[in-house]
């Protein structure tokens, strides 16, 4: 079929027989998509699958411990759903969700802004940590949906990058994309000329550098950036 097929009621959505989207989407918070065990949804387009932190996305079986399917285009947008015995015939990646049990080529990965924490004063220009898919592609954007910073996350999935692009004063925040898919905002007050810090600089190992074992030994010292 061609278009979009938009779930949007908050009632539970039932998916019976195996079926063919064009695009598939469900963004309302807290909805439950109960698929038929045995069929398998394909999605000949983009799958578009955004709950909340608070209230995620659940997709379950008809019949729990029995499978069903999801075939998609490589497409997708999938953060803050919450699954179960589903098999994903070419792997999703969804985004600080949760797995719950008996999924096949589902990779559960967090995409977050660890440092500066939310609610924090920082100067206009702050380090950014935070974490996302191993090789992911990270865009950090403001309040305003402009973007500040990009970076790739390491075979790890850590991410670190300092603002290529001044904050605005007062309040604001970040929040880490990929692609169309975003983290959790972490909101913060921007001020000229910050006094203290209470993130430190990381000074060894440098950056790019080659460490041996998986606890390498970090020297930091204090920098006025945040409060």
């Not at 908050?10 to 038929?36: D, P, R, W, Y």
């Not at 969804?94 to 977050?112: E, I, K, Q």
């Not at 993130?199 to 950056?207: A, K, M």
């Amino acid at each position: 079929s061609s278009g979009t097929v938009t779930l949007d009621t908050t009632t539970t959505s039932v998916i019976s027989g195996s079926t063919t989207f064009n695009n598939l989407t469900c963004t309302t918070a807290g909805k439950q998509l109960t698929i038929t065990s045995g069929t398998t949804q394909t999605i000949a387009g983009t799958l578009t699958l955004t709950g909340t932190s608070a209230n995620k996305i659940i997709l379950r079986s008809s019949s729990a411990g029995d499978t069903y399917t999801i075939t998609d285009s490589g497409t997708e947008a999938v953060s803050f759903v919450d699954v179960q015995d589903s098999i994903a015939t070419n792997s999703i990646v969804a985004y600080n969700s949760t797995n719950s049990g008996n999924n096949t080529r589902w990779t559960f990965s967090s995409l977050a802004i660890s440092s500066p924490q939310d609610s924090k004063t920082v100067g206009q220009t702050p380090a950014v940590r935070g974490t996302a898919n191993a090789g992911d592609s990270v865009t950090i954007k403001d309040k305003d949906g402009t973007t500040v910073a990009t970076t790739t996350a390491d075979a790890n999935g850590n991410f670190r990058v300092t603002l290529s692009t001044s904050l605005a004063l007062g309040v604001n925040s970040l929040t880490p994309y990929v692609g169309s898919v975003a983290g959790s905002a972490n909101n913060l007050t921007v001020i000229a000329n910050p006094t203290t810090d209470q993130v430190p600089t990381i000074t060894s190992p440098t950056e790019g550098a080659t460490v041996r074992g998986n606890k390498p030994v970090s020297y930091t010292h204090l920098r006025a950036h945040e409060t």
